[in-house]
């Protein structure tokens, strides 16, 4: 399975927009990139994904770079309910599973 | 709350005791699936269903863990002989369709072994 890279943790500050990096150098063309988040206490939840074009959603906007090595997904405006590990997975049509890496722990500063 | 709940949401037991977890998905949804989670690591994969049928197992699933989903709707994960490894989040996810379709995930239930 192709992997990700992303940064152990990351602090924003409320109110303002949060970038998350994603590096997935071995991405193969029939990958999709997807993003869940996992608040406290909770089960992960589906965030976003796109295959090769910028993605938008109430959520979150997922940028995805020209030669699809690398990703960021994009909180416009972060409030304290964002704290959360954010994962960057990549997934084939055919997968059904989910593989998880460790994910990015963001922190959200009063 | 996703629609997908897991009955109990914590479970002590002492080493060598059995549990069993509950799962009821989203009740349109044919795909379920078990992920378990330890402390600082992202979910790991255990096994899924497509209505009653088992499609695949991940080498994490010993003999002491048995999953079954008889009638297509909810599902039990059952683990004998319970071993303090066993310790983790258990997660459940459910979805529609086939291949990398969104997982909507329960809130899990927390195993502690003694």
């Known amino acids: 399975d192709a992997k990700t890279t992303q940064p152990n943790s990351m602090e924003s500050n409320e109110e303002e927009p949060v970038h998350l990096p994603c590096n997935h150098s071995t991405i193969s063309g029939t990958d999709y990139i997807h993003w869940y988040r996992q608040l406290p206490s909770q089960g992960p939840e589906y965030v976003i994904h796109g295959l090769t074009s910028n993605v938008n959603n109430r959520m979150a906007s997922l940028a995805i770079a020209e030669d699809r090595k690398s990703s960021t997904l994009i909180l416009h405006r972060a409030t304290l309910r964002d704290a959360a590990v954010y994962y960057c997975i990549l997934r084939v049509p055919r997968d059904d599973k989910i593989i998880f890496g460790k994910g990015t722990r963001l922190h959200i500063l009063p | ?114």
């Open chain 2, 1 to 114: 709350d996703t629609g997908v709940s897991q009955d109990p949401r914590h479970k002590i037991t002492k080493r060598g005791q059995n549990v069993t977890f509950r799962c009821d998905p989203i009740s349109e949804h044919n795909r379920l699936y078990w992920y378990r989670q330890t402390l600082g690591q992202g979910p790991e994969f255990l096994t899924y269903f497509q209505n009653e049928a088992q499609l695949e197992k991940s080498r994490l699933l010993s003999d002491r863990f048995s999953a079954e989903r008889p009638k297509g709707s909810f599902s039990t994960l059952e683990i004998q002989r319970t071993e303090q490894g066993d310790s983790a989040m258990y997660l459940c996810a459910s979805s529609t369709g086939q291949g990398a379709t969104e997982q909507y995930f329960g809130p899990g239930t927390r195993l502690t072994v003694t």
